[in-house]
């Protein structure tokens, strides 16, 4: 092969756990291998990130990846990592986020690649839909013991009440059996002989591994396990999450403005590690990277780095650069006429938190004086001599231009036609919306 996949992924950091002989398959011959991603939702957010880069490190290095959408493992739900049962969906729900989350695998992996390596794209509902329970209990069932389901540590967290979770019902507890199935399964229609995923699966693989060996009649089957570490922050923190809940990899559930902050954002700890993970960077690169940010950490090198990668790969070029453009407008010199490029769901993701008031924009016909607009149209201000004193002070700026007690608000103002920003020295920022 010409890359060595186990390699790269171990100095990205991305390994945590491997079924002895994984790294000499990979090296010895061109390996299928593949994860599955639960339909908990009709979009992925970036805790799937994880697994999608490593489909694409996978056929970047020779071999062929597998997507698979849990169509039916998701009308169970997989009890790896959960205190409590989760409430089932219906299949209405369900097939909607099945679509969903091929259409959000479809920009990542080119499923209509007809090369050696091509992604495939499965959705196990399409081979357990048609197994009766019998079946299921007389063919996968009798192939591994209780005991040995048992003995995996998500199956007994939730046995023993550790950690105040709730106990395990016979659906929850069959799902490692589904689970293995999938890999049999695909191990007869693709080769299949690798299974990846978060170190919380490593029990549910296993056991995928193990009914392989005990299904094939073949003498010697292979099959093989490979985890990376769950994502963590430095202080602690839920990765993935911000303010307004999960970063989606959507930009109809989170802007690509917001997108963007979000790595932009990340401290200098987290991003010396996510700059390895989330982005295909070479390690001479990234090295590079990281020194050039030890010497002047206030550049934050790392992170508008780490944000242009990740924001490129997910949503595009042109996408990072709109995103770009907005994050540094506030600090333009030509703030007027740039903030009138943005679109409003961007101009308001800008300016998100930032206090609102609606004026009527028939006020704005003859004229509308500062004390009003700062005061007693908006309660931006206390008091309208509260205004009077900012404006002497000359503190107050309509759209970043400093402005005196007689200057006059209209139409003139106005970006897109809606919004007029106002700021009082350089940490107070006012909106007003016109109505």
Wanted: glycine share 6%; with cysteine.
């Amino acid at each position: 092969m010409k890359v060595n996949l186990v390699e790269e992924l171990r100095w990205r950091g991305m390994i945590h756990d491997m079924m002895p002989g994984t790294e000499e398959q990979l090296q010895k011959e061109a390996t299928t291998a593949y994860i599955g991603f639960d339909p908990t939702s009709d979009s992925l957010h970036i805790g799937s990130l994880v697994p999608i880069i490593l489909l694409v490190h996978l056929q970047k290095a020779g071999h062929q990846p597998i997507a698979l959408v849990g169509g039916a493992t998701g009308m169970i739900g997989d009890p790896s990592g959960k205190s409590d049962e989760r409430n089932l969906l219906d299949e209405e729900a369900l097939a909607k986020n099945v679509a969903g989350i091929k259409n959000t695998l479809a920009r990542f992996l080119d499923f209509k690649d007809t090369s050696a390596t091509s992604p495939i794209l499965v959705n196990n509902y399409d081979w357990m839909k048609n197994f009766s329970f019998i079946d299921f209990a007389r063919d996968v069932g009798k192939r591994i013991t209780v005991n040995y389901m048992m003995a995996k540590d998500s199956v007994k967290k939730r046995l023993s009440g550790e950690e105040g979770t709730a106990g395990m019902s016979f659906t929850e507890f069959t799902y490692q059996l589904i689970q293995g199935y999938d890999f049999y399964h695909l191990y007869k229609t693709y080769n299949c002989m690798l299974q990846m995923g978060g170190s919380d699966q490593w029990g549910n693989i296993t056991t995928g591994t193990e009914l392989v060996r005990r299904m094939t009649d073949e003498e010697g089957a292979k099959a093989y396990a490979m985890t990376c570490p769950l994502i963590t922050k430095a202080d602690g923190s839920k990765f993935g999450k911000s303010e307004g809940g999960n970063i989606w990899l959507d930009a109809d559930k989170t802007s690509v403005y917001k997108f963007y902050q979000f790595w932009l954002n990340t401290s200098d700890e987290d991003a010396e590690k996510y700059i390895k993970i989330f982005t295909f960077l070479d390690q001479d690169t990234v090295n590079a990277l990281v020194q050039e940010h030890q010497e002047a950490p206030h550049l934050r090198v790392l992170q508008k780095a780490l944000a242009k990668e990740v924001t490129v790969f997910v949503h595009s070029q042109e996408a990072f650069e709109n995103a770009e453009k907005a994050s540094s407008i506030l600090y333009s010199k030509s703030f007027k006429e740039d903030i009138k490029t943005l679109d409003e769901a961007t101009f308001l993701d800008v300016f998100e938190g930032v206090p609102q008031a609606e004026i009527s924009k028939a006020d704005f016909e003859k004229g509308l004086d500062m004390i009003a607009a700062l005061a007693a149209k908006t309660n931006f201000l206390s008091s309208n001599g509260e205004a009077r004193r900012a404006l002497k002070e000359n503190s107050i700026a309509v759209n970043k231009e400093k402005v005196r007690e007689d200057y006059l608000l209209t139409s003139e103002d106005f970006i897109n036609d809606k919004y007029i920003v106002i700021n009082k020295g350089k940490k107070n920022t006012y909106i007003i919306k016109v109505g």
